[in-house]
């Protein structure tokens, strides 16, 4: 059974920084693209990033390139999302999925909460 | 970056058909645009219906069907139930660079 298991959401004051991660079990990690998607309260779903299988390729939304990153260690079946200098809007559930540009997208996490406030 | 858009809100009756659309800012929304649609109820995370414009999941309904439809990617639902009423976004790739619509929110009334 594939489980996808989000940590990391806090409270973060803007200009701060976060890591989010992704704990995956019942598939192959390294044979899928992974994504991160959000959803600010009460508003729609964000696509945020995207990392290939082997974590050569990376792709990023407009609103948050240049300030996130994504990365994967496929050695721990773990995917990363590292927050720099959020913003008030960034606030959002971040939810992990599994696939993406060249992968099938099927699962999905349940979502790690971030808050951005002074 | 491209605008992708859904309609805000549409009704069906019980045993009823509908269909969704996805449009792109860019031009028509084909099969290289890798076409998906999810369903979200409140408090729950999405579910992924259909992939790659016609595809389906597993534990997806076969009520559910995509399509292209004059240049739009178009879920359809036949004989809908009271558990289908939810929000459905589609998702749209631009080369790598995924964009979502901004969701239907689907009553079944």
């Known amino acids: 059974e594939v489980q996808l298991v989000e940590s990391g959401g806090d409270l973060v004051q803007p200009g701060g920084s976060l890591r989010l991660s992704c704990a995956a079990s019942?598939?192959?990690?390294?044979?899928?693209?992974m994504s991160w998607v959000r959803q600010a309260p009460g508003k729609g779903l964000e696509w945020v990033s995207t990392?290939?299988?082997?974590?050569?390729?990376?792709y990023y939304a407009d609103s948050v390139k240049g300030r996130f990153s994504i990365s994967r260690d496929n050695s721990k079946n773990t995917l990363y999302l590292q927050l720099n200098s959020p913003r008030v809007e960034d606030t959002a559930r971040y939810y992990c999925?599994?696939?993406?540009?060249?992968?099938?997208?099927?699962?999905w996490g349940q979502g790690t909460l971030v808050a951005v406030s002074s | 970056q491209a605008v992708v858009t859904q309609e805000p809100s549409l009704t069906v009756s019980p045993g009823g058909t509908v269909t969704l659309t996805c449009d792109s800012s860019t031009g028509a929304v084909t099969s290289g645009h890798y076409p998906y649609w999810f369903q979200q109820k409140p408090g729950q995370a999405p579910r992924t219906l259909i992939y790659d414009t016609i595809n389906k999941h597993s534990w997806t309904p076969a009520r559910f069907s995509g399509s292209l439809l004059g240049g739009k990617a178009a879920l359809t639902l036949s004989g809908a139930q009271p558990e289908d009423e939810a929000e459905y976004y589609c998702l749209v790739f631009y080369s790598g660079t995924g964009v979502f619509g901004g969701g239907t929110k689907l009553t079944v009334l």
């Open positions: 990392v290939s299988d082997t974590g050569r390729d990376t």
């Open positions: 999925m599994k696939g993406g540009w060249g992968s099938i997208c099927d699962h």
């Open positions: 019942g598939f192959t990690f390294g044979g899928s693209s």
